[in-house]
């Protein structure tokens, strides 16, 4: 059985622990109760109070009342910040040994870097972390590849069956040419052509000259894929550079 939460709510700097472990439970209830049968659900998080343990309490709590083990995916966990994030990873890791009975038997940790980035961020500024715990939570890591073509015109394709809105050939082909499968950049020129050109009005047909204005919006708006250089460094002498390195399809 598996879940997914996102942990953005708590993703700012004065937000405390206990805080940010509330919001995780009651985030991880309300998304649980749109994808879980009532069989499955976590419990109501009413009952609990906000404490330094109330996640990994919570999460011990949930899989005690399982029959099955729980695969659990926390999404946005890089929005975290300093004490939070490893009050966080240190609740995962305080649990580790108990699974799958009394903790989920996996968990994925999503965000736009590998976890060994924090940890260096988070020592230069808590010299008293120690030597490995609590980053020693990793299994394993990988990278969201670049997409094939064959994987782009699937994707595109799943949103014809939801809405009925077609990405012809030509509209497939202009698009690719312009991301190579970079996952960040087809997914923002595809929104950016339904959702801000079309305002979802999916009655409304999808033409490669879309496509065209979808990339120059994107780089009016200097949003950068992940991995890439921030903001303040996208300056016009460095944006044929990031640009070529985008159309090269840049791994995530």
Known sequence: MATVCSLESAGYP?????????????????????????????????????????????????????????????????????????STLRQLRDGFQTRPRHFPQSVALVGLRDIREYRLRARADNPSIGAGSPFNVK????FLPVFTREEVRALLDQHTQDTGQVFTAAVFERL????????????????????????????????AEMVDIAKERLIEQRQNPPGQPDRQDQRPPVRPIVLSHQRRGARL
Not at 15 to 35: G, L, P, Q, T, Y
Not at 57 to 74: E, F, G, I, R
């Open 14 to 86: 004065s937000i405390s622990v206990e805080d940010a472990n509330m919001v995780f439970v009651k985030s991880m209830h309300r998304i649980a109760s749109v994808f879980l049968e009532a069989a499955y659900m976590p419990p109501l998080p009413s009952g609990y109070t906000a404490s330094p343990s109330l996640l990994g309490d919570y999460l011990t709590d949930w899989c005690k009342a399982l029959s099955k083990p729980l695969v659990l995916l926390l999404d946005e966990v890089d929005a975290l910040y300093d004490d939070v994030l490893i």
């Open 176 to 207: 690719y040419a312009y991301s190579s499968g970079q996952p960040w950049l087809t997914n923002a020129l595809a929104n950016e052509i339904v959702a801000r050109i079309l305002k979802n009005d999916y009655t409304r047909a999808i033409t």
């Open 139 to 142: 299994a394993e890591s990988f």
